[in-house]
T-cell receptor, first 116, second 115 residues
Framework: AQKITQTQPGMFVQEKEAVTLDCTYDTSDPSYGLFWYKQPSSGEMIFLIYQGSYDQQNATEGRYSLNFQKARKSANLVISASQLGDSAMYFC?????????????FGQGTRLTINP | NAGVMQNPRHLVRRRGQEARLRCSPMKGHSHVYWYRQLPEEGLKFMVY????????ESGMPKERFSAEFPKEGPSILRIQQVVRGDSAAYFC?????????????FGPGTRLTVT
């Protein structure tokens, strides 16, 4: 079974609009962390935002916010006021919390294109 | 403060040759992770190492692949007798310790092409 599901292979958004990238996850561990990474065409992986399973508030980092709905097991990324430079692949990832299992499990990604 | 360093950035090997990928973690980081990204896919975990120890190698293919993180020097991912299916981007990440909000900092990746 997929641990991380990103259902949008591609999204096209007008510049300056807000965009929501979907991510659902599957785990039975009560302790876990959720991450979003951006991968531009140059290929590097850029950390955007982190949400811990016990965090009471949704994480925010500048124009990025994470809409964390624990009961629905979703961790959608919201980018406000999109810019042309936001065009990239976006990956949602999860780290499960039990000792020794520190690997990140990634979704398939969403390719975001910002149109001028 | 230098980030995670990987070299080479691009590596071309003929089928049957060996590929050695190097990763130097960020200063002060003692945990290293290797991931593989096939074209148009997400990253897949391969192995997690601490200095001189392999902690989790559940994502490593059983044959031809090995990894080490010696007491001194970079972490090495070694692929013996490469095949075309090994062509991928290989990313190394490091973190200072386990758990919590400690993000894994990624290197720029090594793009391996097997001809």
């Amino acid at each position: 079974a997929q641990k991380i599901t990103q259902t949008q292979p591609g999204m096209f958004v007008q510049e300056k609009e807000a965009v929501t990238l979907d991510c659902t996850y599957d785990t039975s561990d009560p302790s876990y962390g959720l991450f979003w990474y951006k991968q531009p065409s140059s290929g590097e992986m850029i950390f955007l935002i982190y949400q811990g399973s016990y965090d009471q508030q949704n994480a925010t980092e500048g124009r990025y916010s994470l809409n964390f709905q624990k009961a629905r097991k979703s961790a959608n990324l919201v980018i406000s006021a999109s810019q042309l430079g936001d065009s990239a692949m976006y990956f949602c990832a999860m780290r499960e919390g039990w000792k020794g299992a520190q690997k990140l499990v990634f979704g398939q990604g969403t390719r975001l294109t910002i149109n001028p | 403060n230098a980030g995670v360093m990987q070299n080479p950035r691009h590596l071309v090997r003929r089928r049957g040759q060996e590929a050695r990928l190097r990763c130097s973690p960020m200063k002060g980081h003692s945990h290293v992770y290797w991931y593989r990204q096939l074209p148009e896919e997400g990253l897949k975990f391969m192995v997690y190492l601490q200095k001189e120890n392999i902690i989790d190698e559940s994502g490593m293919p059983k044959e031809r692949f090995s990894a080490e993180f010696p007491k001194e020097g970079p972490s090495i991912l070694r692929i013996q007798q490469v095949v075309r299916g090994d062509s991928a981007a290989y990313f190394c990440a490091s973190s200072p310790s386990q758990g919590g909000s400690n993000e894994q900092y990624f290197g720029p990746g090594t793009r391996l092409t097997v001809t």
